[in-house]
């Protein structure tokens, strides 16, 4: 929900690897273009904004790349929208980690992470671009992790092969329990204050119907 609020409202030319649910990513997409609620839009309607952006007078430099990317895959993306850009897209949202292709690997593995978040930090550095990883935790309220449930949040020692060692910034993202606002949280950045145990938390307020995200 905020990777998408994000590459729907910057200004800034955006690549969103829509690896996981793409249909779905499409259309909450369409949700937001056309101010309509998610459950309102029809397959009608994500084929004419996926293919006839440009119509829309909206973000017309909000490339959508779908299916299951390499890092040399994504690299070539890059190179090709550098032509048509003349600069490499400001803003590069992978979603998610999980669905990278790392050759013989599984993100079962660790071999998975340790083949693919220093490849992708060194192409982020080479490119000059901001790269935002999507990555999921459980949801699960059981052992414990009560942030599946809303009622607790997570800490940096939920992240799992998160690629917290190779990022600057990682943010927390998880709904509140009653439903009505997520909490986002700041686990580290290195360009500003962050709490590790997941005690700084910014609420935001949403619109499930539609997808929308609101600063509380």
Do not use: C
Not at 35 to 55: F, H, L, M, P
Not at 77 to 89: C, N, R
Request: proline share 3%; no cysteine.
């Amino acid at each position: 929900m905020l990777a998408l609020n994000w590459a729907w409202r910057t200004a800034d030319a955006t690549l969103y690897l829509a690896q996981d649910s793409p249909r779905s990513v499409l259309r909450r997409l369409t949700a937001l273009a056309l101010n309509k609620r998610v459950a309102d839009i029809s397959e009608t309607d994500v084929e004419y904004w996926s293919k006839r952006i440009k119509d829309l007078d909206k973000r017309q430099e909000l490339i959508i790349a779908t299916g299951a990317h390499s890092v040399e895959q994504l690299m070539a993306k890059i190179d090709a929208l550098t032509e048509w850009l003349m600069e490499p897209p400001p803003l590069i949202i992978i979603d998610n980690l999980f669905d990278m292709k790392s050759e013989g690997n599984s993100y079962m593995s660790t071999e998975f992470y340790a083949d693919l978040l220093p490849a992708l930090k060194q192409m982020a550095i080479e490119k000059d671009v901001g790269l935002v990883i999507m990555h999921h935790v459980t949801r699960s309220g059981d052992n414990g992790k009560k942030h599946g449930l809303g009622t607790e949040p997570l800490r940096m020692t939920d992240l799992l092969f998160a690629g917290e060692r190779e990022a600057r910034h990682v943010w927390a993202v998880y709904r509140g329990h009653d439903n009505r606002h997520l909490n986002f949280q700041i686990l580290k950045q290195q360009d500003g204050r962050a709490e590790s145990d997941g005690s700084l938390r910014i609420g935001l307020d949403w619109q499930p119907e539609s997808g929308v995200l609101y600063s509380r």
